[in-house]
């Protein structure tokens, strides 16, 4: 078999001939620039009213905790993003506040699958992009603090554990939640010389792969406990997701042959039961997962994710075909909505989350095409994220695509995520080297160092 990183480069290079049509009209450094400036607006904004908070809500004008404690989510990750754009010495305040403040010692109990992309996964960029041990220490304890997680009947982690006792709690879970760990668990294995970390990630991602029905689909929700099927509903969608994305993430990080073999295997059944040919374009919609029968023709904002997943896989053409529909999406009402029907082309639920996954597959297609027509539709992107979201006070979330009423919260991937694969979009291609580095599904940059 071969190697990822020499699919990987062979994908990249196979669009090197395009790299011609690099003069567009847009001025890419100017474009980097303006995104740079909307981070700091954004970032100020949480310094100003929220500073030492989980989040801002940029309305009211306050910042607002998780749990009990903060455990300062938005300055952890926004962390990297600054290190990306150069940011150094605002970079560097956070640094010492977070090491002098950040303390896994809570008697909480916390969501293991966001605490574990967010805080895990930024804790150990962080570690690689500053050298700074001591990341990789609180890094390594609040592993060890949501390990326990793992001990069900099943292997399938359980939903919230307590950072103090190591106490679990909630067994109704879903694809997403397990699937979503080895890329944060399996480097923080690698970094520290503990196999039990990658063991049980892998564990559980193979525990969801085996329970696919006989047509080969994974439904939304399923019992730690049991490993029993909650709901049959199949789809790319919040709850599923990531749990493919990390198949092939974590097949470019680590090598690990299986769960490139996970992905091939549901490739076929997401192409033959999910995907929609239609009028308007290549759509992935609902199927229940025993019968393959359509339930829904729903693709959402956080459906965009796939076309960046398929370039990594080394499928270009239905990446591009399944972003223009992706684009079609944003256009309908000027922003996407959480779910579209691209049958009645309309929003199906029209809330708005500044979520990134649209802009993360545009960067990715950009870097395997090198074809401006990404550069363009990035801007478009950027141009009516500044005029629906942007306030005084940072960026906000919508109620209604469909309105534009804003809703009171910034949730930190925007400055994770939306903001920096806009930046990375148009920043020099070599900010960040794809061939040996994957990046988890809150955007932080992991870089294969073992
Ligand atoms: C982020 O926390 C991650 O990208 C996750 O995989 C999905 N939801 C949000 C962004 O939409």
């Not at 030492?52 to 306050?62: E, I, R, T």
């Not at 690689?128 to 069900?152: I, M, Y």
Request: charged fraction near 20%.
């Amino acid at each position: 078999m071969k190697s990822p990183s020499f699919i990987l480069i062979v994908t990249l290079l196979v669009a090197l001939p395009a790299a011609g049509q690099q003069h567009s009209q847009i001025d890419r450094a100017r474009v980097a620039e303006e995104v740079k400036t909307e981070f700091l607006h954004a970032w100020n904004a949480y310094k100003q009213y929220a500073w030492g908070y989980d989040g801002l809500k940029p309305l009211s004008k306050v910042g607002y905790n998780w749990y009990d404690v903060p455990l300062y989510i938005t300055a952890l990750d926004a962390y990297d993003t600054m290190m990306l754009m150069g940011l150094h010495e605002e970079a560097d305040s956070v640094r010492r506040f977070i090491l002098h403040n950040l303390n896994f010692d809570q008697d909480i109990y916390v969501k293991n699958f966001e605490i574990t992309i967010r805080l895990l996964g930024g804790l150990i960029s962080s570690y690689q992009l500053s050298g700074d041990k001591r990341f990789l220490d609180l890094a390594e304890d609040l592993g060890t603090r949501l390990f326990p997680v793992f001990n069900s009947p099943t292997g399938i982690p359980y939903v919230d554990v307590n950072l103090r006792t190591g106490a679990t709690r909630n067994p109704r879970t879903n694809p997403g939640e397990v699937g979503t760990l080895i890329i944060e668990f399996g480097a923080l294995s690698k970094l520290t010389g503990r196999p039990e970390f990658y063991n049980a990630a892998k564990n559980a991602i193979t525990q969801v792969f085996r329970r696919r029905s006989s047509i080969g689909l994974v439904g939304t929700w399923m019992d730690a406990n049991t490993g029993e099927w909650l709901d049959p509903d199949s789809h790319l969608s919040a709850c599923i997701d990531s749990y493919y994305e990390y198949m092939i993430k974590g097949w470019l990080l680590f090598g690990d042959p299986d769960l490139k073999a996970m992905w091939d295997s549901s490739i076929v059944p997401i192409k033959t039961y999910l995907a929609d040919e239609t009028p308007t374009g290549l759509w992935f919609g609902h199927a229940n997962m025993f019968t393959g029968e359509r339930t829904k023709t729903w693709f959402g904002a956080l459906d965009a994710f796939f076309p960046g997943t398929l370039v990594l896989a080394g499928d270009v053409p239905t990446a591009a075909r399944l972003q223009e529909s992706c684009f079609i999406m944003w256009n309908r009402h000027g922003i996407e909505p959480e779910d579209f029907d691209y049958r009645a082309m309309e929003a199906a639920r029209p809330r708005y989350f500044l979520n990134p996954e649209i802009m993360e597959s545009t960067y990715y297609l950009y870097q395997a095409t090198r074809d401006p027509h990404y550069l363009s539709m990035g801007k478009a992107i950027f141009d009516s994220l500044k005029a629906y979201c942007r306030v005084e006070a940072g960026y906000c979330e919508l109620k209604s695509v469909v309105t534009k009423e804003q809703s009171d919260r910034m949730e930190s991937y925007f400055l994770a995520e939306t903001l920096k694969y806009l930046y990375l979009l148009f920043a020099p291609p070599e900010t960040v080297d794809l061939r040996t580095t994957v990046f988890n599904t809150e955007a932080h940059p992991i870089r294969k160092t073992w």
